[in-house]
């Protein structure tokens, strides 16, 4: 049992670059959600999804795009990267959201240069 | 929405000591109290949790105490050992449907040996 499979571990972007973050997970969990976490600021929520074809904005949607074509997928789109998007990433699903264990990916470390 | 305040940020304690982390919440329809602990480059991972019928909820060393007429709730760490050493962080949901989680910003705890 894999749980929440999140890649790539590390990556570097330059100003202006596109990219895809990938969040999988196996637990047939409904609620899936993609955080930044900024020192002092804790985790942030970015987008979630509530199941396939559903997805809303977070607290800090704004540079991202989601899609949540299969229950299992979630993948977290950088349209156009900034240097206020050096961060760390964690996707996390759970089986209702509220009310429920979050698990996480293992992370992103993004640096946008 | 919610807001959940958490302090103190940082937290330095000698080993064998208690250490207490605080946080309020401020939607009285939350009723779920999750506290993750993340590890230095790890993922949070849940490591208690409270619901609001219930006001004090032990595991070993570690309790949550909740007070839904003030709308805080606390984590308790009894006998402080160096594996404690971590980034802990308390959240806030609802559990009706699919609900958003509401993070703290984080406090990091150092025992000290």
């Known amino acids: 049992n894999a749980g929440v499979t999140q890649t790539p571990k590390f990556q570097v972007l330059k100003t202006g670059q596109s990219m895809t973050l990938q969040c999988a997970q196996d637990?047939?969990?409904?609620?899936m959600s993609w955080y930044r976490q900024d020192p002092g600021m804790g985790l942030r929520l970015i987008h979630y999804?509530?199941?396939?074809?559903?997805?809303d904005q977070g607290e800090v949607p704004n540079g991202y795009n989601v899609s949540r074509s299969t229950t299992e997928d979630f993948p977290l789109r950088l349209l156009s990267a900034a240097p206020s998007q050096t961060s760390v990433y964690f996707c996390?699903?759970?089986?209702?959201?509220?009310?429920?264990?979050?698990?996480f990916g293992q992370g992103t470390r993004l640096t946008v240069v | 929405g919610e807001n959940v305040e958490q302090h103190p940020s940082t937290l330095s304690v000698q080993e064998g000591d208690s250490a207490v982390i605080k946080c309020t919440y401020s939607?009285?329809?939350?009723?779920?109290f999750p506290w993750y602990k993340q590890e230095l480059g790890k993922r949070p991972q849940l490591i208690i949790d409270?619901?609001?019928?219930?006001g004090e909820k032990k595991d070993q060393r570690i309790a949550v105490t909740l007070n839904k007429t003030a709308k805080h709730f606390s984590l308790h760490i009894t006998e402080t050992q160096p594996e404690d050493s971590a980034v802990y962080f308390c959240?806030?949901?609802?559990?009706?449907?699919?609900?958003?989680?509401?993070f703290g910003i984080g406090t990091k705890l150092q025992v000290i040996p």
């Open positions: 996390a699903s759970s089986s209702t959201g509220g009310g429920t264990e979050a698990f």
């Open positions: 637990m047939n969990h409904e609620y």
């Open positions: 999804s509530v199941g396939a074809g559903i997805t």
């Open positions: 939607d009285s329809a939350s009723n779920y």
């Open positions: 409270i619901r609001s019928n219930v």
């Open positions: 959240a806030a949901s609802n559990s009706g449907g699919y609900q958003k989680v509401t």
